[in-house]
């Protein structure tokens, strides 16, 4: 905890390590924090006064709630999609630049995305984050195929954990017909919310074939809820299939050797991951908004005790996004397994 404390101070944010065979959390992070044993003997009114009405929220579980993704779902929207078929792993297309729309139908609504990189493929869409490509991806499958793998994953339910957690959801996707919204949500954005330790369960397919791990506190005891399942208990099998999920790891992997995630080579590990912007505002027009910087990372080389660590910083649209957060997660690696210099 204290090392993905240090990462976080002086930030708003969460942070969750997970062994990614065993399925154990080993680490659960909510920034700003305070000091529990105030209460312990009464905490004065001063002090109540002061942590109630920080505007940074220090009482605020953030690892409990549900988030904006951004593009660190586009690896479940991938999977997904190439589960169903409508995804070809093989397929490469033209570049369709920085900006796209359907159709004039759209009006002046177009997605965007940050980088072009020459021919479209899965893997790299994956790997230099291209809105584009899962906002098409999502149109091509058709919302009922979408929302279908949502729900397979675990959307709409109640994740089993010795805390209660929010419950990730898709919002009004189902009930409508807009198909910016739809669109939107292929790469996190639109009305997506995800609780981060579902998210981690979720990742933890792709190195389980395709089987999503049943999380656990390690320091689990009754007064937390009850017996953890045996490690490597999974929550939900066959939500992938191996292959796809192989897919998925290997391209994951090229996030990091050659993607937006490239500073996390410096963890000394070798790692597959995904960053992640997401925009929150209110429409696309909107400049008072903020955004929420992403980094999930895993070890892949390592058949042990493989970790997975999740961490999400909030205000981070002045601050290079994900960027700011992908070396706070690499440093993390470093000390923990002691690579650093």
């Not at 993905?4 to 909510?30: E, H, R, W």
């Not at 997904?80 to 397929?91: E, K, R, W």
């Not at 584009?132 to 058709?142: D, S």
């Not at 009930?175 to 669109?183: G, I, R, T």
Request: aromatic share 10%; with cysteine.
């Amino acid at each position: 905890c204290q090392i993905l404390y240090d990462q976080l101070d002086g930030d708003n944010g969460l942070a969750v390590a997970m062994n990614m065979k065993t399925g154990a959390i080993l680490s659960l992070v909510s920034t700003p924090s305070y000091n529990p044993n105030e209460f312990v003997a009464g905490i004065t009114n001063s002090s109540w006064e002061a942590l109630s009405s920080d505007t940074n929220l220090p009482l605020y579980n953030r690892y409990t709630s549900t988030w904006v993704p951004g593009s660190s779902f586009k690896p479940i929207t991938a999977a997904i999609g190439l589960d169903n078929g409508t995804i070809d792993p093989n397929a490469v297309s033209a570049s369709n630049g920085l900006s796209w729309q359907k159709d004039n139908s759209w009006g002046n609504l177009f997605i965007t995305t940050l980088e072009t990189y020459g021919d479209v493929t899965l893997q790299k869409a994956l790997a230099y984050s291209d809105n584009i490509y899962f906002a098409q991806q999502v149109l091509n499958m058709g919302r009922s195929a979408f929302i279908s793998g949502l729900k397979n994953v675990g959307f709409g339910e109640t994740m089993p954990f010795e805390m209660s957690l929010g419950t990730s959801t898709y919002g009004t996707l189902e009930e409508s017909s807009d198909e910016v919204m739809l669109a939107n949500s292929g790469y996190g954005q639109g009305e997506m919310l995800v609780n981060p330790i579902h998210l981690a369960s979720m990742y933890s397919a792709f190195m389980n074939d395709g089987n999503m791990l049943q999380p656990y506190l390690v320091s689990n005891s009754d007064e937390l809820g009850g017996e953890a399942p045996q490690p490597g208990s999974y929550w939900k099998t066959g939500v992938f299939t191996s292959e796809t999920a192989q897919i998925i790891n290997e391209d994951l992997r090229t996030v990091i050797t050659e993607g937006t995630g490239t500073q996390a080579q410096s963890a000394g590990v070798t790692l597959a991951g995904k960053t992640g912007t997401a925009e929150i505002k209110d429409s696309q027009d909107d400049t008072n908004g903020t955004a929420l910087g992403w980094f999930v990372a895993y070890e892949v080389d390592n058949t042990d005790d493989p970790i997975l660590i999740l961490m999400m910083v909030e205000d981070v649209l002045d601050r290079d996004g994900s960027h700011y957060v992908v070396p706070k997660v690499a440093e993390a690696f470093r000390q923990y397994r002691g690579t650093g210099e």
